[in-house]
């Protein structure tokens, strides 16, 4: 199909320095949970942007010495010539589809511990970045840097930039941002030096400057030089003699740079989840860097609609569009906007489940694209599928995320199936999570499935239709996919964190309970030991309805797993503002209608909370039981032409929408596969090889 002519505009080459962006679409810097211990799984991840049309492909943040280690996280590094050879592997995977080749070099200063190297940590005045947050805890203050450490400095980014020329790199990055060692530099709170470095602006963006300048020299005129800085608290520092401190800054080093990357501050507000903040949020931040410079700027917002980018570009905000998550939820996108296919794209839902993988220390996983990360080791192509087996026609049962992305990979692949579901509508868990405060977007798992289902004549989709054991078996389908989904358990939660048994009393209620249309009387207790998104968006969600609503949790903090998604302070204002009543550290030990009990996770100290209605948020248990009675007649199975019956999503083990799409996409690819497409294969990158010959030595 023909490009849609009003977006032309993205597929304009730009001039970055002494190298040329074939489009607008660039797939900026992010962590991608792939350490050079995995340089093959990570050139692949990255070649596929560059194949499904991202006009510039950049790594994630790559070390330049080992006084920035950030061990646990998984990071890059570019220490010595085994470095240059896997990320040669990434750039060689970018070039052969035209794009260009982006290295991000980093150094962490105070915001990283150094655990592995023991080194004491670098900054310019000896203050710690975020002492008291889990990620940045640690009992060694950094060190202050003196001028022998700026000199170290600059030769190390100096020598990793000619590191990554010969890497084949086509822009090298000096990293500003994000509590990093150069952004400490620019703020006035963390630099209180006296030196050149300290005090004015001018004098604070020394060291920026100085770095633009050693790995300019270092990569002559192969390689684009990029400056990528967060100008959200510079923005808010007052400035004598501009508009801000960021507007000093930007003039100050308007020509030192070839390219601006422009970004926010912190996880929560640069990577920030869809269920608090819009798409473009970065603007009002970031508006103003072009009128202050020639050189092209990229920047993010989570943007997937190309109308949006256009807009961006037509406003004068940025020149290059840039993306990590809607890259990950569909490295196709240029592509599919190239060819008029902008309807299939695969909208990031923004649910920050990739920047978990990174917390968790893994290689990226999304909900959308349970293929990235999978692209070298199981051999996933997000575009195409294995044609179907020697199987012909599969059922699947229940249509939630699991049994929508089995359905649609099958139908793809070929095979006729049958997708039944038992309510009017298709969609399971989402038809009502997708309903609670901020998770409209989510909706978008749903939607392109329906759309993709759409196209595929061999897949019908029954609704209203709940199967039993001996439909199943009436049906007679060769294969049979069990996805009915879980179900919320009424049970409390021992000391050793363990269920209790059930409270089957009056006032008690379940997430289902309240998506089947529960009214609840006040006051409404909730319990979360679930610990996600789903206590904090009932809790919100209730309020909303008029209920009065205490949280309560045996976590730190309310919905303590989000972290990992940058979500959770925002769900912490969130509940505030809703005036939800919050109680941590505690959980529920009985209640009776009137009053819950509570006790101190650690003390056992007791109290009571009025309550009238208790919502249990804890553990799930898998809707198996079609599972079993299909297995009690497994005599018949051959006699009705079953090969097979398998459990995939929850029914088999409740998890998060992300496990769902993943076990759904998984069974669909490996069905009639040989024995070997079950197998992963491992990524040791040579390792093993060179490591045998040293320990020779
Ligand atoms: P998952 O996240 O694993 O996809 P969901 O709970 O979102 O699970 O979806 C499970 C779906 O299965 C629900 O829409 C539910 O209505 C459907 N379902 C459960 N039992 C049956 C059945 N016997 N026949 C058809 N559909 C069923
Ligand atoms: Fe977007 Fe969620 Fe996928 Fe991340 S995990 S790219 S936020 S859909």
């Excluded at 061990?71 to 040669?88: G, I, K, N, Q, S």
């Excluded at 650690?602 to 198996?624: K, Y």
């Amino acid at each position: 199909m023909a490009r849609n002519p009003r977006y032309d505009i993205l597929f304009e080459p730009v001039r970055i320095g002494p190298v040329t962006a074939p489009n607008r679409f660039y797939a900026v810097p992010h962590a991608s949970g792939m350490t050079n211990r995995m340089p093959r799984m990570r050139a692949a991840f990255r070649g596929m942007k560059a194949e499904g049309g991202w006009g510039v492909v950049c790594t994630g943040y790559v070390s330049i010495d080992p006084t920035s280690d950030d061990t646990p996280l998984p990071y890059a590094t570019l220490w010595d010539e085994d470095d240059v050879r896997a990320h040669a592997l990434m750039t060689e995977a970018v070039h052969r589809h035209g794009a260009l080749a982006g290295i991000e070099l980093w150094h962490g200063g105070a915001s990283v511990l150094n655990r592995t190297s023991r080194s004491a940590p670098l900054s310019p005045s000896g203050i710690s970045w975020m002492p008291t947050h889990v990620g940045f805890m640690g009992h060694q203050r950094p060190r202050i840097m003196d001028d022998e450490d700026i000199a170290s400095l600059l030769r190390w980014q100096g020598q990793a930039a000619r590191r990554a020329r010969s890497a084949g790199f086509d822009i090298v990055y000096v990293y500003a941002g994000m509590g990093y060692l150069p952004y400490e530099f620019l703020l006035p709170e963390w630099n209180q030096r006296t030196d050149a470095y300290g005090g004015c602006v001018r004098n604070r963006v020394r060291l920026v400057r100085q770095l633009l300048e050693v790995t300019r020299e270092a990569v002559g005129d192969h390689c684009a030089v990029a400056l990528r800085i967060s100008l959200e608290e510079l923005r808010a520092h007052h400035s004598d003699v501009a508009a801000s401190q960021a507007h000093e800054v930007v003039a100050l080093l308007s020509d030192a740079t070839d390219l601006w990357d422009v970004k926010m501050d912190s996880g929560p507000t640069d990577c920030c989840p869809s269920r608090f903040t819009p798409e473009g949020s970065h603007e009002a931040v970031i508006d103003f860097v072009k009128s202050l410079t020639d050189k092209p700027v990229v920047g993010v917002g989570r943007f997937t609609s190309p109308d949006a980018m256009v807009g961006q570009i037509r406003r004068g905000v940025l020149d290059l569009i840039g993306a990590a998550r809607p890259s990950i939820a569909d490295p196709f996108l240029p592509r599919k906007i190239d060819t008029g296919r902008e309807q299939e794209i695969r909208e990031c839902i923004g649910c920050n489940i990739c920047i978990s993988s990174w917390h968790d220390g893994v290689p990226v996983r999304c909900t959308q694209n349970p293929t990235i990360g999978e692209e070298w080791r199981r051999g996933w192509h997000p575009e195409r599928v294995s044609p179907a087996g020697g199987s012909a026609a599969v059922l699947v049962v229940g249509a939630g995320p699991a049994g929508l992305e089995c359905a649609l990979t099958l139908g793809r692949r070929g095979y006729e199936v049958t997708l039944a579901e038992a309510a009017e509508q298709i969609g399971g868990r989402l038809c009502f999570e997708t309903r609670l405060p901020g998770l409209a977007t989510w909706a978008r798992v749903l939607e392109w499935r329906r759309s993709q289902l759409q196209r595929l004549p061999n897949v019908n989709v029954y609704r209203g239709n709940r199967l039993s054991a001996e439909e199943i078996l009436e049906l007679g389908h060769p294969h049979v996919v069990i996805a009915t989904g879980a179900r919320w358990a009424r049970m409390l939660y021992s000391t050793l964190e363990i269920p209790l048994g059930e409270l089957m009393g009056p006032g008690v209620y379940t997430p289902d309970d309240i998506a089947a249309g529960a009214v609840l009387t006040d006051p409404v207790v909730i319990f979360d030991f679930d610990n996600y998104y789903m206590g904090g968006a009932l809790a919100e969600h209730l309020v909303a309805r008029g209920n009065r609503v205490a949280y309560v949790t045996p976590a730190g903090h309310a919905s303590a797993w989000t972290i990992l998604s940058n979500e959770q302070p925002q769900v912490h204002r969130a509940l505030a503002e809703a005036r939800v009543e919050l109680h941590t550290l505690v959980r529920v030990e009985g209640f009776t209608p009137g009053a819950v009990r509570i006790c101190n996770q650690f003390t056992g100290a007791a109290r009571e909370l009025p309550c009238n209605s208790l919502v249990i948020v804890g553990t799930r248990f898998a809707n198996d039981a079609l599972y079993h009675a299909l297995s009690a007649h497994r005599e018949a199975f051959a006699a009705a032409g079953i090969c097979s019956v398998t459990r995939i999503g929850d029914a088999l083990a409740p998890g998060a929408i992300v496990h769902a799409v993943y076990s759904g996409h998984r069974y669909a690819r490996e069905l009639d596969g040989d024995a070997t497409a079950h197998v992963m294969r491992r990524d040791l990158g040579g390792a093993a090889e060179r490591i045998a010959e040293r320990i020779e030595e």
